[in-house]
């Protein structure tokens, strides 16, 4: 089955402790992306990729890494994590090409306290 | 900058009511603009998409025009069910990067 997993689902941590979320996808896409949700602003993108090895600031980033070892698997790291990122996280892929137009896939999603 | 706009944020109405949701936008060049469908705890469901080329998607009971030239899309329900509870949101795809809408929440009343 064509899915993008996200783990974990729900993350309960306290202000400074590193945490990963990581996203995986089975469907070769080039394209991978990392949103937040938040009540009343939709949702944002955090960060972005096209290929491996490339990656690209989406609208905020602050606060954030990723990195693209491989393919299928696009990890979003949180350094030293603040209450303002408490938040429903979402993982996307699609194929890269534009010229046949694509959907994006949507992981479940992860929803993140900091307390 | 792009700038999505849904109104209304939220919408109750008798079940079998057709209903319209609308979205605007503020940067015409976009390559396609998206509607999807939420649902309480769970994730994001692909409902139709408009690339920008074309005027209108159907799907079912769905149907999602697009304006370009206006900056709107609306998505038409035909015949609503309380099925259709839901969450909805619209995206325009710029440059790689989709940007959202806040969402229009949804209640069919039975």
């Known amino acids: 089955e064509a899915q993008v997993t996200q783990n974990p689902r729900y993350l309960i941590t306290v202000t400074g402790k590193k945490l990963t979320v990581t996203c995986s996808q089975n469907m070769n896409h080039e394209y991978m992306s990392w949103y937040r949700q938040d009540p009343g602003l939709g949702l944002r993108q955090i960060y972005y990729s096209m290929n491996v090895e490339v990656t690209d600031k989406g609208d905020v980033p602050e606060g954030y890494k990723v990195s693209r070892k491989e393919k299928r698997n696009f990890p979003l790291i949180l350094e030293s994590p603040s209450p303002n990122q408490t938040s429903l996280y979402f993982c996307?892929?699609?194929?890269?090409?534009?010229?046949?137009?694509?959907?994006?896939?949507f992981g479940p999603g992860t929803r993140l306290t900091v307390t | 900058k792009q700038e999505v706009t849904q109104i209304p944020a939220a919408l109750s109405v008798p079940e079998g009511e057709n209903l319209v949701l609308n979205c605007s936008f503020t940067d015409s060049a976009i390559y396609n603009l998206q509607w999807f469908r939420q649902d309480p705890g769970k994730g994001l469901t692909s409902l139709l998409l408009i690339q920008s080329s074309q005027r209108e998607q159907t799907s079912g009971r769905l149907n999602a025009s697009l304006d370009k030239s206006s900056g709107r899309s609306t998505l038409y329900i035909a015949a609503s069910q309380p099925g259709d509870s839901a969450t909805y949101l619209c995206a325009a795809d710029s440059n790689y990067q989709l940007i959202w809408g806040a969402g229009t929440k949804l209640i069919i009343k039975p």
């Open positions: 996307a892929s699609s194929p890269i090409d534009r010229v046949a137009v694509h959907e994006q896939y």
